[in-house]
Each structure stands twice: as structure tokens, then as C-alpha cells.
T-cell receptor
Framework: GEDVEQSLFLSVREGDSSVINCTYT??????LYWYKQEPGAGLQLLTY?????DMKQDQRLTVLLNKKDKHLSLRIADTQTGDSAIYFC??????????????FGTGTRLKVLA | GAGVSQSPSNKVTEKGKDVELRCDPI?????LYWYRQSLGQGLEFLIY????????KSGLPSDRFSAERTGGSVSTLTIQRTQQEDSAVYLC????????????????FGPGTRLLVL
């Protein structure tokens, strides 16, 4: 079945790099996404990667995709206290009538220690 | 332009009452989605709209839940006879379109409505 898994917690020191991992099961996914949710807020789109790419870099964010292992990671360089949030991985897969739907992971709570 | 907005931001109700949650998508976005996020949990898909029609209602938890969208814009999610287990954050998202394999898939989220059923 469709499933996206993430570790629940990650703690890093300010200035270090953070790596948040995600595994998914559906090989037909087209786009894979990372969203950030701060306390009491909705989800903010951070970045996405098309399924035929291996890597995408956007300022402090680097997304790596291993299609063979169905593994996605988000690396945050020089992590700041403002990066403390829950990070959700999501994949878009074929839904009904030729459209698609999102499958979200349970989220990884990143805590940045000063 | 403006992002996705939702109202109310918070709602407290008594068990058994009906509630109506509203979502205003980004102007021009044809697809609209409702999700539920329970405390400490991930996102649970409820329903999505393409225009005014809802091709996929598979996520609605029970017949107490319904949603509609009018004019291809605003959507309302109605929960009848609310139960305590309905307490959650209800998130709405919109995307430009739903054609598979295009950037039209990217969803943009609203801030959510926090529902508490006493």
C-alpha cells in the first residue's frame, strides 16, 4: 500500500547540519515535497523535487532522492533556532480519474539547541 | 497575491453541535483539498475538489462529514453532531490544477482551523 515514513524526532546544535530522512513505497510518485510546520501554523512549502532528479539545492536546503531505495532526504546547512519545526515529507501519486493525491509522512520534529 | 485563508482560526463547540469550516483558496487555483491533523499526528486526507466537483471523497471519516465548493472558489467543510474525536486541526490546501506530472500539483496550505469539541 501507500506509505511514507519518517523518524519522529531529531535534535541538533545550532550551526550544525540537519538531515531529515523519509522513505516511501509508491514508485509511481511524480513529485516529492518537503513542508515545514511551525507551532500553531499551517504547512509551508519548503521545496520539491521531480522524481527524475537526484538532487536539488536551494540556498541552505539540499534534497537528495534515491529512487532505487525510495529514499528522500532533506539537509539543512548551518541550522538555526528558527529552523525548529515539524518537517513533513510528501509524495504525489496517481489518484482517481487520472489525477493525483498526496501521501504525507507523520512528520519529523526538529529541535535546534542553542 | 493572497494565500489560502481559513476561518474561523479557532472553534470550540459542544458535543453534538454542527460546525462549518471555511476555506478560501488562492485565486485561480482549480483544485482544493481538506486534511485533518490530530494532535501529534501527520495529515489525514479527507476530500478534494476539482472545480466544484469532488472526484475523491474517500477520506471522509463518516457520513457526519460533508463538504461543498461553489463557484470554483470557496469551500465549506461541515461536521454534523460533532464528537470529541473530531477535535483536530483542519487544514485546507489549493493547487493550480491536478494534472499528474506537472508543477500544477504543488499544494499551498492555509493556516488551519483548530477545532475543539468539549
Amino acid at each position: 500500500g501507500e506509505d511514507v515514513e519518517q523518524s519522529l524526532f531529531l535534535s541538533v546544535r545550532e550551526g550544525d547540519s540537519s538531515v531529515i530522512n523519509c522513505t516511501y513505497t509508491d514508485s509511481s510518485s511524480t513529485y516529492l515535497y518537503w513542508y515545514k510546520q511551525e507551532p500553531g501554523a499551517g504547512l509551508q512549502l519548503l521545496t520539491y523535487i521531480f522524481s527524475n532528479m537526484d538532487m536539488k539545492q536551494d540556498q541552505r536546503l539540499t534534497v537528495l532522492l534515491n529512487k532505487k531505495d525510495k529514499h528522500l532526504s532533506l539537509r539543512i546547512a548551518d541550522t538555526q533556532t528558527g529552523d525548529s519545526a515539524i518537517y513533513f515529507c510528501a509524495e504525489s501519486i496517481g489518484g482517481t480519474s487520472g489525477t493525483y493525491k498526496y501521501i504525507f509522512g507523520t512528520g519529523t520534529r526538529l529541535k535546534v539547541l542553542a | 497575491g493572497a494565500g489560502v485563508s481559513q476561518s474561523p482560526s479557532n472553534k470550540v463547540t459542544e458535543k453534538g453541535k454542527d460546525v462549518e469550516l471555511r476555506c478560501d483558496p488562492i485565486s485561480g487555483h482549480t483544485a482544493l483539498y481538506w486534511y485533518r491533523q490530530s494532535l501529534g499526528q501527520g495529515l489525514e486526507f479527507l476530500i478534494y475538489f476539482q472545480g466544484n466537483s469532488a472526484p475523491d471523497k474517500s477520506g471522509l471519516p463518516s457520513d457526519r462529514f460533508s463538504a461543498e465548493r461553489t463557484g470554483g472558489s470557496v469551500s465549506t467543510l461541515t461536521i454534523q453532531r460533532t464528537q470529541q474525536e473530531d477535535s483536530a486541526v483542519y487544514l485546507c490546501a489549493s493547487s493550480p490544477g491536478t494534472s499528474k506530472g506537472s508543477k500544477q500539483e504543488t499544494q499551498y496550505f492555509g493556516p488551519g482551523t483548530r477545532l475543539l469539541v468539549l
